[in-house]
């Protein structure tokens, strides 16, 4: 059983009502389940949803509609929210990303994890950042088929959910160098902040 219910219609009443109307209105009519949930703490909810809505579904020239719905399903592969994984998974191929593109995603989120792991520990010995010492694999962060700003992006975000600052300034030089601005990297931090809101609130349900 959710340590959460879902709230019922019937069962709304007061601030949940309004987060109910508040949902309705930005989501065509419905609420969907992770709302009703959530409805147990409707300012949680609510700024959620905005923030969400500011960023994951932003209608601008910052990123575009794919490249946002990358991180998202990235961030959710990172903070291990299953059910999150599988709602922005069937989201991303229906904006384009095939099947192969959606496993060298969660490839790619492993294998940034696992550096991450790695050079979390580089202020021990600085010649640890060596990639022929460490043994680490770079394949997917090398040559992503998904285009290497994107996978740039996913990796920076990913580096600083594991708390990886090293690979974090990596992955931004790197991002830069790929032609990404610092409006692009800060949108692309922003949109992975969101999804943390709905990936802890839910893993645990």
Known sequence: ???TPPIKDEDAAGEVAE???HVKSRRGGRIYTEFRMMGHAPGLA???????DRHLHADDDVL?????????????IANGCADCVKSH??????LGWTDGDVAEILGLVAECSMLNAYHRH????ESL???EKSGMPMHLTAAPTIGRKTAELIAVVVSG????????KYHTQAAKAQGTTDEQIQEAVRVGAAMTAFNTFFRIQ
């Open 129 to 131: 950042g060596l990639n």
């Open 46 to 52: 609510k700024s959620a949803l905005d923030l969400q």
């Open 122 to 125: 580089r202020h021990l010995d």
């Open 89 to 94: 998974a069937m989201r991303a191929k229906k």
């Open 1 to 3: 059983m959710a340590l």
């Open 64 to 76: 575009d509609a794919k490249t946002r719905e990358a991180i998202a399903l990235a961030t959710s």
């Open 161 to 168: 959910l594991n708390a990886c600052t090293f690979c974090v």
């Open 19 to 21: 987060l109910f109307e």
